[in-house]
């Protein structure tokens, strides 16, 4: 196997689950009925996003930016260290997302308080 | 109807997002040689040992470099669990106390915790405070140890944290945050700037305040996961 | 110390973490913190201010590390003048919310903390420079929104608080995919160098990260189709959180769509995109806002409608534009507040809103009747009040454009406009009253804010010149953006860690 074709089958791989996770969030948040899972929906969102993100730090024959001993035991090696920039971005994204969901899945019991119960069709008070 | 029309759509978000990424060469090295300097990464890969003695550049990034970041996630999480609160509050009538799981929990469940559960918290505290030499830090160290206590309230009902507790760490983590920022600022320097000595590289006490940062950060970071997890605990619906 | 731009975010958040240790001392201190701080920071604002007049733009670095290594603060004319504009609004705001329900003090706790936390999100999405410090913020702005939309037990505020949580949601994650893309193109993240770097990416590219950016910020800015999240929450979120998103929020939205497209992007045709968008948007939203029986969701759709002559006019893009663009906006912001306000007064024991129970309330409550006259006579840009002049300015620009469509559209609109807010004061002065409306006092809180933005009111109309020469530098400062460049970068060789 050439190596083109082993990065086209990674990138596929890789950028395709990402983009599927996203849309299999989409898909729940638009379409599915009962309110927790479209909290989950939003979660599974957030999770394609940073896998993309992640992705994009990738460096072929790459290793983790840390320079501990073994680290530079590696870099003596030739191997070169991935993009730390995204990592970083993804810890900051990873936290705000499950604020987003805290708050998200504390509305979620208060409908279900209000309302006894949880699905979508069923709360319509307000146009949606 | 609806069904068609949102599959359609998502495959022409699946479609522009495809071809959008295809051109994004998975793999590619777009930082080039640490050592020209030609954007952000390579700055950051060349310069943390030297400038800054730690070895996790991640942890650098996250803490020093781009540290008002940083401040804002802290915020975030100060945000939804005050969110929490205020959107879950309720008057507590005279006489009630928080409903709890009533069902116990299994044998298994019961015994396999208590052994758990200090091995959980000693990992995670040595992930925030070992966050400049390993992979991890705060963030990752604070959610290691919220995950044991969630264990522990899983396996115990009456296992319970005081709420106290959790507001006076949460505040004082928050507050030995801000206040190492603003300290940069009245020595003269820039918020948040490192103003302490930085010592040698993957030694534990270096790096100047970036691993004092990190530990407050732990511990604001499972203090709040905590205290969500046990305010959606304690809210068993009854009325 | 000195008096930098951080001070807008450190100062709050060293409050809003010290608020539950302090309101256990002694629970009035949560009412009154939040006022203290809102007045240090209107201190730093005309400090700021002043040092910008003087010296030129104030870019302040963080941590140390000069751009684009570190995240930095930028305090031009123009972004200066919207951190004060919110910081001003925020502190009236606090005036006319101090005591405006009778809430134990655990709840009130809460909310002058997620209160404090959403006016220094919209500052801070104003005043930073770098994209992902943009998206923290406006994370920070929009969490603090969907709580407080819900704040209110005894109404649909969950139900409004989760449809603006879904679609705020999609705003994050358009914008997080755009940042996703424009990274992996630039490799940087700070605004002055993803201009100066933008002309290496491929065209198609740059319109899908262009696309998607829209997409995100039009939802925030409540662009048309965009906006079905807006009247929601405003008619259920209490009284001075409805102001709060009114006078802050969609202004830091519309602040990220203009930087996005006019700084760091240099397509040329987006301009004309913007104005077909903003007409769309003002002729729905006006339209709409005619049928509503519901106060605040009338005040909520006019709303979205005058962000639409915004986006006009910035699309318009000629100085003169922009210059009434910024006015607009600021008039919008305290014009709006002050009917927010009062409205919120009028139908303060009436849990439907509607207008229809209004009827002869001039008679009853005539100071609140009297502001609200007053604001609606300002909004549809009638002489000798505020708003008069920022219409003018922005139909002058679109004759020197020979854009006589639009002329004509905003002056139908503004008949629309008048129709249906002379329906309410009509109603307020000329209706019979219903058997048993009982009213509500307002606080002295609450007149003081309102009289204080009456007065500007009047002033600003009668004499714009006062704060004309701000909105001119501001509009200067937006449309440079080689000044706005240099100004971050100053020389791109420079790496060291500075030292101040």
């Known amino acids: ?128 | ?239 | 110390m000195v008096i930098s731009p951080v001070h807008y975010v450190a100062v709050p958040l060293l409050a809003a973490f010290l608020m539950p240790l302090l309101s256990k001392i002694n629970r009035e201190f949560v009412r009154i913190i939040p006022g203290l701080v809102l007045i240090y920071l209107g201190y730093v604002s005309v400090t700021l201010m002043n040092q910008v007049a003087e010296t030129g733009t104030i870019v302040e670095t963080l941590a140390g590390w000069s751009a684009p290594f570190g995240i930095n603060l930028v305090f031009s004319p123009f972004t200066g003048f919207l951190a004060t504009m919110m910081t001003a609004m925020a502190f009236i705001i606090w005036i006319y919310s101090y005591r405006f329900k009778k809430v134990d003090s655990e709840p009130a706790q809460r909310f002058y903390i997620l209160q404090m936390m959403l006016v220094t999100g919209t500052i801070g999405i104003v005043l930073t420079g770098d994209i992902f410090n943009f998206f923290v913020f406006m994370e920070i702005t929009a969490i603090s929104s969907y709580a407080l939309t819900a704040f209110y037990r005894h109404r649909d505020g969950a139900e409004a608080g989760f449809k603006y949580l879904l679609i705020g949601s999609f705003a994050s994650t358009f914008i997080l995919l755009a940042i996703v893309l424009l990274y992996s193109q630039v490799g940087t993240l700070n605004m002055a160098e993803i201009a100066q770097r933008m002309h290496t990416v491929p065209m198609p590219m740059k319109v899908s990260i262009l696309i998607l950016f829209l997409v995100g910020l039009g939802i925030e800015a409540e662009m048309f189709p965009l906006n079905g999240w807006a009247p929601d929450a405003y008619s259920q979120a209490p009284g001075p959180v409805g102001v709060t998103f009114a006078a802050l929020v969609v202004k830091a939205g519309v602040y990220g769509l203009i930087r996005v497209v006019y700084t760091l992007f240099d397509i040329p045709s987006v301009g004309e995109f913007l104005i077909i968008m903003g007409a769309i948007t003002l002729v729905i939203s006006e339209v709409a806002a005619l049928k509503q029986t519901n106060i605040k969701r009338m005040l909520a759709y006019s709303s979205i409608g005058q962000m639409g002559v915004v986006l006009i006019a910035f699309g318009i893009g000629t100085q003169e534009a922009v210059f009434g663009a910024l006015f607009l906006m600021f008039n919008h912001a305290i014009i709006k507040g002050l009917l927010f306000m009062s409205g919120s007064y009028l139908v303060y024991n009436n849990p439907e809103k509607e207008i229809k129970y209004l009827s002869g309330y001039g008679m009853k409550m005539p100071v609140i009747s009297l502001f609200f006259s007053l604001g609606a006579l300002a909004i549809v840009g009638l002489p000798p009040f505020a708003g008069f002049w920022s219409k003018l300015y922005i139909l002058m620009s679109a004759a020197d454009s020979s854009l006589y469509g639009l002329i004509a559209l905003i002056l139908a609109v503004s008949i629309i406009e008048i129709v249906y807010y002379f329906r309410v004061v009509g109603r307020l002065y000329f209706g019979k009253p219903a058997e048993g409306s009982i009213m509500h006092k307002a606080t002295p809180g609450g007149i003081i804010a309102m009289s204080i933005l009456s007065i500007t009111i009047l002033v600003v109309g009668f004499y714009p010149d006062i704060i004309t020469s701000y909105i001119h530098n501001a509009a200067e400062a937006l449309l440079d953006k080689a000044q706005y460049i240099e100004n971050v970068l100053p020389s791109v060789n420079d790496l060291t860690q500075i030292q101040n």
Request: cysteine-free; proline content about 3%; glycine content about 10%.
């Open chain 2, 1 to 239: 109807m609806k069904k068609v029309l949102v599959i359609l759509m998502l495959a022409v978000i699946g479609y522009s997002l495809g071809t959008s990424f295809s051109t994004i060469k998975f793999g590619e090295n777009r930082i080039g040689d640490p050592k020209e300097e030609k954007n952000v990464a390579a700055y950051y890969l060349n310069r943390t040992p030297d400038e800054l003695s730690v070895a996790n550049v991640i942890t650098a990034i996250v803490v020093n470099y781009r540290g008002f970041d940083t401040l804002g996630e802290v915020s975030v999480l100060f945000l939804a669990a005050t969110g929490l609160g205020s959107i879950l509050y309720r008057r507590r009538k005279k006489g009630e106390h928080p409903e709890v799981i009533t069902k116990p929990a299994s044998q298994l469940l019961q015994s396999g915790s208590k052994l758990i559960y200090p091995a959980i918290l000693v990992l995670g505290a040595y992930v925030f405070i070992h966050g400049h030499l390993t992979p991890g830090g705060g963030f990752q160290g604070g959610a290691i140890i919220a995950t044991g206590l969630l264990l522990m309230m899983m396996a115990y009902k009456d296992f319970e944290i005081r709420h106290n507790v959790l507001t006076w760490v949460e505040s004082i983590a928050g507050i030995t945050f801000v206040s190492l920022g603003l300290t940069g600022l009245i020595y003269g320097k820039t918020f948040l700037e490192n103003f302490l000595p930085i010592g040698n590289l993957n030694d534990v006490v270096s790096g100047g305040i970036i691993p004092i940062i990190y530990i407050a950060v732990g511990f604001k970071v499972a203090a709040e996961l905590a205290g969500v997890l046990e305010t959606l605990l304690s809210n068993k619906e009854n009325d």
């Open chain 1, 1 to 128: 196997m050439s190596s083109i074709d082993y990065n086209q089958i990674m990138s596929i791989g890789i950028y395709g689950s990402a983009i599927g996770l996203i849309l299999i969030g989409l898909y729940a948040v638009l379409m599915k009925k009962h309110l927790t899972k479209i909290v989950i929906g939003l979660s599974i969102i957030d999770a394609g996003i940073h896998l993309l993100f992640v992705a994009i730090g990738y460096i072929d024959n790459g290793t983790a930016p840390i320079f501990s001993p073994k680290g530079l035991e590696m870099m003596a090696a030739g191997k070169t260290m991935v993009d730390p920039v995204p990592q970083a971005l993804v810890l900051t994204a990873i936290v705000i997302g499950f604020g987003v969901t805290a708050v998200a899945l504390s509305l979620v019991i208060r409908l279900y308080r209000h309302n006894k119960t949880a699905r979508i069709d069923q709360i319509k008070s307000l146009k949606w």
